[in-house]
Every structure is written in structure tokens, then in C-alpha cells.
């Protein structure tokens, strides 16, 4: 969050920052935070120890020149060219060695020593004719320096030149700007909701393969196929009236059955009757 808002309000990034630090206040990336964004707020003595708090932690001292621009914003020129000239220093790429000399050479401004100033800018990553990411900035304090100490017409010279620097190197006004194309996306959204459409809508026709997935809007209805469901399981299943099986057919069996022993039992006590009543006539008879 910290880093998001250090270029529109430093002063809310560094509150962050801060926040950060009584969790993490022993790990070095999070004390640069804090020093950074106290620099950008213009919080001079709090950005001076959190970078002597870094230096400390990583041992590093790529944040030298911010030290002496602190110093420098603290009204300590004096301190800010101890730091230029301090054997740290010669552990700075040149990129900050850059830096650490527009420093150095504000410093000997705010103490009127202008032929001064022009002297600590005379390093050699001050080429006219080569650009690097740091010569525009370069540039722009040798010429200031120059003008401050009276030297007009060569200060006119290098602010010519920091456009030829700028533009070779494609920043400043000829940076090309940030384009965002949402035509793109809206393209695709649109299409990716078209073929979601067309494979939702499946007429009635359509055969549909048995290792196809029928969604609840192919075809037919999820009602319709519960309906088809319950119709083929009512086919399958055999009426109460049904020849062969069914309760109402077992005590229909039993009661044919009961019906049968008795006739078949009368039939056999009708035939005793008749020869009970034979054997009698034989009988008489004789």
C-alpha cells in the first residue's frame, strides 16, 4: 500500500509504512519503506534514522545520497558533504554516485560556493554526447549550477541537451503513454457469453450422444425428465390385477384354492352317500 501512494500522498504512504514497522521493524526492506516514504513527506529526521537503521540491518549504503539530502533538508550542508565525500561512497553504482554528487553540489550551493557546486557535478558520467537513465537529471543540475555561478551561455547548452538526453532515451515529455485497451476484453466477454449461449440451446430435434451431459436447459425440461422417469417405472411395474403375481392374486389363489378343497371334499362325501346307499339296496335284495 505504502508503495501505490508515495507518488500522490506521501504522507499517507508513510503512515502505512510506519504501520508496518512495529511488525516488522527488524527486517530491512521494511525500514527502507519507512525512510522513503518519510523522505518523499518531507520528514527529514525520521527518513535519516530509519536509513541508518537500514545501513545498519543490511549493511548496505545505497541510500547515501538520501542521508545527505537529509542532512541537507535538515539545514546541515556541512554534514551532507561528510557524506559525499565518505569512503561509502565507493560502494555506490553509478547511478548513485550520480545522485550522491547532485547532492554534493547543492550542498556547496547552500553555502554560496557556486564554482564549487559546477566542480562536484565534473564527474565522469557527465558525457554530453551519451545518454544514460541518470543523464537527463545529470544534465539538468550542471545546468543550474552553471547559471547559479554565472555561466549562462554553457547552461544554455546543457538544457538543450537534456531534451537530446530525453528523447534518445525515451522518457520525460517523450515517453510514450500508458495505453489500456478494454475493446479486448469486451470482445471476448461478449463472445464467451454468445458460445455459452449457443450451447445452452438445444432443439428439440437434437440427438444428443449417451456419453453426452444434458444440462437442465437441453432439450427437455429436468420436470419432463422426472415425468419420463416415473412413466417408465409405472410400465415396469405390474397392476394389482395382474395375472401371475400381486397380493390381491395370491389371496385370489387361496380363496380358488379353499373353493376347490371343498367341492373336492363334498364330491368325495357325495360319493360315499351313493355307495353307502347301493350296498343297502344289495342288501335287500338278497
Excluded at 508513510?14 to 518523499?40: C, D, F, K, N, P
Excluded at 549504503?61 to 557524506?83: N, T, V
Excluded at 553555502?111 to 566542480?119: I, N, R, S
Amino acid at each position: 500500500m505504502a508503495g501505490r501512494l508515495i507518488d500522490f500522498n506521501p504522507e499517507l504512504a508513510y503512515q502505512h509504512a510506519l504501520a508496518a514497522s512495529r511488525r516488522g521493524g527488524r527486517i530491512g526492506a521494511v525500514r527502507e519503506a519507512v525512510g522513503m516514504t518519510a523522505y518523499e513527506a518531507g520528514r527529514y529526521d525520521d527518513a535519516l534514522r530509519e536509513f541508518r537503521t537500514f545501513r545498519r540491518i543490511t549493511g548496505s549504503s545505497i541510500h547515501l545520497p538520501h542521508m545527505a539530502d537529509c542532512e541537507r533538508g535538515l539545514g546541515r550542508p556541512e554534514k551532507a558533504l561528510e557524506l559525499a565525500t565518505s569512503e561509502e561512497r565507493n560502494m555506490l553504482d553509478a547511478a548513485g554516485k550520480v545522485e550522491l554528487a547532485i547532492v554534493a553540489s547543492g550542498a556547496r550551493g547552500d553555502l554560496g560556493d557556486y564554482a564549487g557546486a559546477v566542480a562536484e557535478l565534473e564527474i565522469p558520467q557527465l558525457d554530453i554526447n551519451r545518454a544514460f537513465s541518470f543523464s537527463p537529471r545529470l544534465f539538468e543540475a550542471y545546468a543550474d549550477a552553471l547559471a547559479a555561478a554565472g555561466r549562462a551561455d554553457e547552461a544554455a547548452k546543457w538544457y538543450r541537451q537534456i531534451g537530446v538526453a530525453e528523447s534518445a532515451l525515451g522518457v520525460g515529455e517523450f515517453a510514450e503513454p500508458d495505453i489500456m485497451d478494454f475493446a479486448e476484453d469486451d470482445e471476448s466477454d461478449g463472445y464467451g457469453a454468445e458460445e455459452a449461449s449457443d450451447r445452452d440451446e438445444v432443439s428439440p430435434g437434437d440427438e444428443v450422444s449417451p456419453g453426452d451431459e444434458v444440462l437442465p436447459g437441453d432439450g427437455a425440461s429436468v420436470d419432463d425428465e422426472a415425468s419420463a422417469g416415473e412413466d417408465a417405472s409405472a410400465e415396469d411395474e405390474p397392476s394389482a390385477g395382474s395375472e401371475g403375481e400381486g397380493p390381491a392374486y395370491e389371496e385370489a389363489g387361496l380363496a380358488e384354492d379353499e373353493i376347490g378343497v371343498t367341492e373336492r371334499e363334498s364330491s368325495s362325501e357325495a360319493g360315499i352317500e351313493d355307495a353307502g346307499a347301493e350296498d343297502g339296496e344289495r342288501d335287500a335284495d338278497a
